[in-house]
């Protein structure tokens, strides 16, 4: 998936390729007998809704004139039935292709979810989200279609198609000629019409795709619009993403229906031609009853003609959606497991970086030949200037982005050799976004450790001094919150995110600015609770509020993409270079 922005549109202008069909052939073949059980089921609908006409003619050319109401009555009883059993075969056609529509729809969603959550931070950090919800939601949703009804109503239309000639033959050869003397015309305006009609629905999910990436930054970013009432001028880039679709959709619809037209209009002028040569061989060549049930063929020769160049269509635009949805199951997992990776054993918590080099976009280094030794059990500060490259570190512990060269050793195990699960399920790491889920407090908290029990749950909340104000909360810790926290403050939510760290009882605990929001007088009750608790693990704390690493083990100065000082606090402040400035500045302030 190209890196991308809400007003860009994405590349579906690849020509069709029938390989992204066949491959998904594979979720096809899973619903093979409900699909072939459609098909019969739709044929025998099919036939029967046209022995109508003629039995019609026989009526008409036969039991009339003879005044015969016997074979009358047999005529009308066999036409209601094949009505009845047209009805009865469509209907339960219907329900199979729902049930294998949706199927389909299940399984690529599936795959799609599980490859998502695979992907590594990289990917996220260069994509819109609109869009992949795009993908995930309207793509799969258009595609579903078009593999099981498309795929069935394209055979029965054949079917149909052949049928209702044999049926105009068996009436009459010569109408029969004249109204297929239309089929070269409307081949001639399909070719012309086709290609741009295929690239204006093309535009139609371009412009769908944009204008969701933008909504759903929008709705993200909401709270920060009001602040600052950008209103207005996110109602005009709404606006002119909105105006770009209804044009495309407008454009589309006009080609789809000049297809629309020229069908009917070719098929009109061809049964009217077929009646000007039917009344004119009228008499013992031609009689009434073959006239009139011949008409009835002519008008429906035409309608599989007309949903054959639909589902041409269809598949033009499913083919490219295909390739957008394989593209991202396809999408590499740059931070997997190696093909030969250990589960790393129980760890003690030494951490190493061992003259590593790494940039997130493989041209600028974040950091350079980077040496670090640090003992379970240690607790290291990393402070710095803003984007030194502080967040990196921890990230690198977690293999959340690959190293460009250099080690990273967990316990002496190098930590790209070992599973990613084994490795991330013995930390734990508190990011600067503190990320609350829809659910209960409860749910938030036992997030990390579904078997901890409500006991275990709340002694986690008391040490990191959260217990407090969930208990006044209405439902205590059966409250429910909304997703990102919304009737949370910043501290409570860092409050809650702390409990669901310390919960995992992780041997190594990464705090990036895990108390930035918390108030002194919270923050000092939660230092002493965090005393005992950081005691056997080692911890990496950023913090640029100095106050609360001073009684680190070891305070990193980071800055010129490596260490620029490392000491304890009262060694670095001896020192007076950056750390002991930055201090005394924060002391000032
Ligand atoms: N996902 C990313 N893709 C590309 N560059 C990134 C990404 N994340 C961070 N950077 C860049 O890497 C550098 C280091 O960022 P990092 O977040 O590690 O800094 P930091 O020291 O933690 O900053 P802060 O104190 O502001 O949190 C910055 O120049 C930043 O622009």
């Known amino acids: 998936m190209a890196r991308n922005r809400f007003d860009v549109d994405e590349t579906l202008e690849t020509p069709f390729n029938i390989k992204h069909l066949l491959r998904a052939g594979v979720y096809i073949k899973r619903h093979k007998q409900k699909m072939i059980l459609s098909l019969v089921f739709s044929a025998i609908s099919a036939a029967c809704a046209l022995v109508g006409p003629k039995l019609i003619e026989t009526a008409l050319n036969v039991a009339v004139p003879n005044r015969d109401y016997k074979m009358l009555f047999i005529l009308a009883g066999i036409m209601l039935l094949s009505i009845l059993l047209s009805i009865f075969f469509s209907v339960k056609r219907s329900r199979y292709m729902t049930v294998v529509g949706q199927a389909i729809i299940y399984d690529i969603r599936k795959d799609l979810f599980e490859h998502l959550q695979r992907l590594s931070f990289q990917f996220y950090d260069d994509r819109p989200h609109g869009k992949i919800l795009t993908r995930v939601i309207n793509y799969v949703n258009s595609v579903s279609d078009a593999l099981s009804n498309g795929i069935i109503n394209f055979i029965l239309e054949i079917f149909n198609l052949i049928l209702i000639a044999v049926f105009m033959f068996m009436c009459d050869v010569r109408l029969s000629l004249v109204v297929m003397a239309g089929i070269p015309l409307f081949l001639i305006i399909v070719l012309v019409i086709k290609p741009a009609q295929r690239r204006a629905w093309q535009d139609v999910s371009n412009k769908s795709s944009n204008l969701n990436a933008y909504l759903h930054e929008s709705l993200d970013g909401m709270k920060i619009t009001q602040a600052f009432t950008r209103e207005e001028e996110n109602a005009k880039i709404y606006n002119n993403l909105n105006t770009k679709m209804y044009k495309s959709w407008m454009k589309a619809q006009y080609t789809s ?49 007309l949903q054959l160049s639909n589902l041409y269509n269809t598949f033009i635009n499913a083919v490219a959606y295909l390739e957008r949805i394989f593209e991202m199951i396809d999408e590499p997992v740059l931070v997997d497991d190696a093909p030969d990776a250990t589960e790393l054993p129980p760890i003690k918590g030494d951490v190493t970086f061992d003259d590593v080099t790494f940039s997130y976009d493989g041209s600028i280094n974040v950091l350079e030949h980077f040496n670090l030794d640090v003992k379970a059990g240690e607790s290291i500060a990393l402070v710095g200037p803003t984007g030194a490259g502080k967040t990196t570190v921890v990230n690198l512990i977690s293999r959340f982005y690959n190293i460009n060269s250099g080690r ?85 939510k860092q409050l809650i995110a702390f409990a669901r760290t310390l919960l995992s009882d992780p041997k190594i605990l990464v705090l990036d600015e895990a108390t930035s929001s918390i108030d002194a007088k919270t923050e000092r009750l939660l230092q002493e609770g965090l005393q005992a608790l950081l005691k056997g693990r080692t911890s990496f704390i950023i913090a640029h509020r100095l106050s609360t690493i001073k009684n680190c083990d070891r305070i990193l100065y980071i800055s010129n993409k490596g260490i620029a000082e490392s000491g304890s606090h009262d060694e670095l402040m001896e020192q007076k270079g950056h750390y002991y400035q930055l201090y005394t500045a924060q002391l000032e302030e």
């Open 257 to 305: 229906n000049l297809v629309w037209f020229s069908v009917n209009n070719i098929s009109t002028w061809v049964v009217g031609a077929m009646y000007l040569v039917g009344f004119s061989l009228l008499g013992p060549a031609v009689q009434i009853g073959t006239l009139i049930a011949i008409s009835a063929y002519a008008w429906r020769f035409w309608q599989p003609i």
């Open 408 to 492: 990273v050793l967990v316990d002496g195990h190098d930590i790209s050799k070992v599973t990613l699960h084994s490795l991330r399920a013995q930390m734990g790491i508190m990011l600067q976004d503190s990320f609350i889920f829809s659910g209960t407090i409860m749910d938030n908290i036992r997030y990390g450790r579904l078997d901890a029990t409500d006991e275990e749950i709340i002694a986690a909340a008391k040490t990191v001094r959260a217990h407090e104000f969930i208990s006044e909360m209405p439902d205590g810790y059966y409250t429910q919150v909304n997703e990102r926290g919304s009737r949370l403050s910043q501290g409570q």
